[in-house]
């Protein structure tokens, strides 16, 4: 029997950082039995995977966790950054314990966030806006690469993609004015998936993701690089592979 072998992909934890440091759109589903999705004003997950949440200070579950900790469990949604009929790329759930700030900590909480994500609403803390902390007990993330569950320590000793807070404007840029580009690109996918609309999904250090839209069904396809790229130079040369860019098809030729 032949083994089908996996394009390689971010470890799951790296996966997972990055789809929190992009910051996607959030809910916030308390324990309580009633399936009530709360959308915080802002969120934005530590390191470590510990959560700041900002919510009106009339909202009853700032009322709930005054007092003391509530389980509840954050959603994060990874957008894609162009228009899809299935946009959703990936999900990121952080299940733990919520509790409200008092000013002080809220405070030092607020300047913590504005440090690494400057925001005006930042500006409501302590003037209508409360702040909370969901302290992580445990993590999973989903996407085309599968469904994995994570300790917080392991996802604190991963890095986001160092393309992440580049990732939306290349793709578009790719969308609106290179389809010459991307049809270049559909030369890697695999034959009965060539007739579909084929679009940007996803870039990362590892390489490019395609979603193909056919009249049935979407399929995700990943094309590796030759490599690990690192920064955008060496982005560009594996790009320039995967077009089939004839100067860089001499220089394999010649050994460079």
């Known amino acids: 029997m032949t083994e089908t072998r996996r394009p390689p992909a971010p470890h799951p934890a790296e996966r997972a950082r990055t789809i929190a440091a992009r910051g996607g759109r959030a809910a916030l589903l308390p324990s309580d039995g009633t399936e009530h999705r709360v959308h915080p004003v802002l969120h934005h997950v530590r390191a470590g995977g510990d959560t700041t949440i900002l919510l009106p200070d009339d ?17 994060i949604a990874d957008h ?6 299935e946009p959703v790329r990936g999900l990121l759930w952080i299940t733990g314990w919520l509790r409200v700030l008092d000013p002080a900590q809220a405070r030092a909480a607020s300047l913590d966030v504005a440090e690494e994500r400057p925001d005006p609403r930042l500006l409501d803390v302590g003037h209508g806006a409360a702040v909370l902390r969901l302290n992580p007990a445990s993590l999973v993330v989903a996407d085309a690469e599968g469904t994995v569950s994570l300790r917080p320590e392991l996802f604190a000793q991963a890095e986001p993609d160092p393309f992440h807070r580049q990732e939306d404007h290349w793709l578009r840029h790719l969308e609106l004015s290179h389809r010459d580009v991307v049809g270049l690109l559909s030369q890697h996918l695999p034959d009965e998936l060539r007739g579909g609309h084929v679009r940007p999904l996803g870039l990362d250090r590892f390489g490019l993701r395609l979603r193909v839209e056919t009249a049935a069904e979407d399929h995700d396809v990943r094309i590796a690089f030759s490599r690990p790229v690192a920064d955008p130079a060496e ?11 004839p100067f860089l ?4 030729r010649s050994g460079g």
């Open 59 to 75: 909202h009853p579950l700032v009322e709930a966790a005054r007092d003391t900790e509530i389980t509840a469990m954050l959603e």
């Open 235 to 245: 982005l560009a040369v594996e790009l320039r592979r995967l077009m089939g860019c």
């Open 249 to 252: 098809a001499g220089q394999r």
């Open 80 to 85: 894609a950054a162009v228009a899809l009929r």
